[in-house]
């Protein structure tokens, strides 16, 4: 299994940003029933939960996120979408999809103010 990312950039405070995590060599009943998620990592800091989307299609997101970031799927497409709206500088980080244990190359997001 290998997962695509793509979407990060830079964008000033208040913007928006999309997020794709496309997961290759996953057949398509594996991909709908495996947990989903984003993660973000700041240097120096910690890896940190962002959102997730489990087998059974619920949704969560960090309290830091809720409200402005919204998770999506394309069980055809087997990608994951991130849209990140109301951006804010400390919003700026590395961001990291994951397919059950395996982990996407990472997108820089940067924020400015």
Known sequence: VQLQASGGGSVQAGGSLRLSCRVAGSILSVFRANTKGWYRQVPGKEREWVASIS????IDYAES???RFILSKDNTKKSTYL???SLKPEDTAVYYCRFGSAWGPGTLVTVSS
């Open 65 to 67: 996120v809720k409200g």
């Open 55 to 58: 087998g059974d299609g619920s």
């Open 83 to 85: 849209q990140m709206n």
